[in-house]
């Protein structure tokens, strides 16, 4: 990949962290960790990956996003705003009584919000029905779904993904963000899955493992998916639960966390010197 675009999806990632952050801070805590995993997929998804319209977050003709552990609404939102969905500003309503920013991602109330996730599982199914019914329209679109590995332990899942490649999806992207962690143990602990590679590849998707924290591996294996050959796609991304803030990826479960105004100040300190500093 060119280096000017590395470095603009780099810079991409730190913002959508620190508009995470921002959101997140302004309620007093928040699903830190999680978010902190994906923004370097976002990035490299909204980036450039995605065809999109953010002036115009219904066009019949784009791709979707299917954040299916719905908690990291945080990562979301800061890409969306980012992105100019709405204004910067509406992160500090997360959460607060007549937001559309809920703590979880809901289509009705935010721009851009493809699909209402949160109850973790159903995500997965809602993404097939909509990679099923863009095809049934005859639409070149893909839908990009994120899934968490502790959500993984959902029966729900595994009953989509056979059927997404029973039905071959190839316009589905499935995301899985090994972050090794869950809500409130380590995943290996909590109900190992064993070897998701080769797990997806027997329910019959092309599947590849990549560093996830990576916005150079991402885009490779993202552009994989751009053509379809009857197989769903699976990236199993390997990635670290508050990747970007070494702090917060050293607390072991930093699944929701408040954010101090110290640590506020620090933080986005520390993201906006990578951006000014040239390290991003
Ligand atoms: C059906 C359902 N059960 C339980 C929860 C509560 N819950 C929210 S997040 C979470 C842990 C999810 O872990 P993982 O998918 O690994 O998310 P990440 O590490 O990316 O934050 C749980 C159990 C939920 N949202 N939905
Ligand atoms: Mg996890």
């Not at 990291?72 to 910067?88: D, I, Q, S, W």
């Not at 796609?233 to 803030?245: H, Q």
């Amino acid at each position: 990949m060119e280096e000017q675009k590395t470095r603009e999806l780099k810079e991409l990632a730190v913002r959508i962290r620190m508009a995470a952050v921002e959101a997140i801070h302004s309620l007093g805590s928040g699903h830190l960790g999680g978010s902190l995993s994906i923004a370097d997929v976002l990035a490299v998804l909204y980036g450039g990956e995605m065809k999109i319209d953010p002036a115009d977050p219904k066009w019949e003709g784009r791709d979707k996003l299917v954040c299916s552990k719905g908690h990291a609404g945080p990562a979301v939102y800061g890409t969306l705003a980012v992105k100019g969905y709405f204004p910067y500003e509406e992160l500090k309503t997360l959460n607060k009584p007549g937001t559309r920013l809920p703590s979880h991602c809901d289509r009705n109330k935010t721009p851009g919000v493809d699909m209402t996730t949160g109850s973790l599982g159903q995500g997965t199914s809602l993404a097939c029905g909509m990679a099923l019914g863009d095809k049934l329209k005859g639409l070149d679109t893909r839908v990009f779904l994120i899934v968490g590995d502790g959500e993984s332990d959902e029966g729900q899942v595994w009953e989509a993904m056979a059927f997404a490649a029973a039905k071959k999806l190839d316009n589905l992207v499935v995301l899985l963000d090994w972050n090794k962690r869950q809500l409130d143990g380590w995943t290996e602990d909590v109900f190992p899955m064993g070897d998701y590679v080769a797990k997806f590849e027997a329910f019959g998707f092309d599947t590849v493992k990549v560093p996830g924290n990576d916005v150079e591996a991402l885009s490779a294996a993202l552009a994989r998916t751009r053509k379809g050959e009857g197989k769903p796609f699976a990236i199993v991304m390997d990635t670290l639960k508050g990747a970007g803030i070494p702090e917060v990826a050293e607390i072991e479960m930093n699944h929701s966390i408040p954010v101090s105004d110290e640590q506020y100040e620090r933080w986005m300190a520390q993201l906006g010197s990578e951006l000014e500093g040239g390290k991003a």
